[in-house]
């Protein structure tokens, strides 16, 4: 099956700018969404699609793409954003039904 | 109020055999895949298995292929994974996921709705 690379840690000061990456080949033909899961909590979706943002999810965040790489940004990150942050896409390897996630993200806020 | 109950869950042994279901309410169940997604303890997210909405097709991770099965009642607003052949490394918590659309092929799909999930331990 297909793999996406995550960093396993980033940080970012209260109200600065931090981007989070995703990498694989499945992105090259499929979006990424993203979900953010805090301690004891089951995941939310904050991005999905081309940039698209559910009901609710504040527009501080923020999704990209290009090539083999997807991109979640919150611009002017809050305390209330610190949590692990998942990507996930379609599967382009054999198990075309597939789907795959990234190892995670924990983002820290300082 | 949107919201997806797993159940079933437990403290089963090695090689033996565990049910998970999962209720939906407050949307068209019919409407929407769904999907299975565990997270072993401190680990990240991993797909298990998914459906479309009238279970034409049916997609499973290979970790899982040949010893669980997907399956849906779409009269009864309800998902289910079959367990067989436990192993050791099939402990998690297990979550039922909602699908944003109906097939398990769409380039910008995503997994909207998520339940609080159902722990599964493996051990003797």
């Known amino acids: 099956s297909s793999e996406l690379t995550q960093d396993p840690a980033v940080s970012v000061a209260l109200g600065q700018t931090v981007r989070i990456t995703c990498q694989g080949d499945?992105?090259?033909?499929?979006?990424a969404s993203w979900y953010q899961q805090k301690p004891g909590q089951a995941p939310v979706l904050v991005i999905y699609?081309?940039?698209n943002r559910p009901s609710g999810i504040p527009d501080r965040f923020s999704g990209s793409s290009s090539g083999n790489t997807a991109s979640l940004t919150i611009t002017g990150a809050q305390a209330e954003d610190e949590a692990d942050y998942y990507c996930?896409?379609?599967?382009?390897?054999?198990?075309?039904?597939?789907?795959?996630f990234g190892g995670g993200t924990k983002l820290t806020v300082l | 109020e949107v919201q997806l109950v797993e159940s079933g869950g437990g403290l089963v042994q090695p090689g033996r055999s565990l049910r998970l279901s999962c209720a939906a309410s407050?949307?068209?169940?019919?409407?929407?895949?769904m999907h299975w997604v565990r997270q072993a303890p401190g680990k990240g997210l991993e797909w298990v298995s998914g459906?479309?909405?009238?279970?034409?097709?049916?997609g499973y991770a290979d970790s899982v292929k040949g010893r669980f099965t997907i399956s849906r009642d779409n009269a009864k607003n309800s998902l289910y994974l079959q367990m067989n052949s436990l192993r050791a490394e099939d402990t998690a918590l297990y979550y039922c996921?909602?699908?944003?659309?109906?097939?398990?092929?769409?380039?910008?799909?995503?997994?909207?709705?998520w339940g609080q999930g159902t722990m599964v331990t493996v051990s003797s």
């Open positions: 499945s992105l090259r033909s499929y979006y």
């Open positions: 996921a909602k699908d944003n659309f109906p097939g398990l092929a769409a380039a910008d799909d995503a997994f909207d709705i």
């Open positions: 407050g949307f068209t169940f019919d409407d929407y895949a």
């Open positions: 459906i479309s909405w009238n279970s034409g097709s049916i």
């Open positions: 996930n896409s379609r599967d382009s390897s054999g198990n075309h039904l597939g789907v795959v």
């Open positions: 699609g081309k940039n």
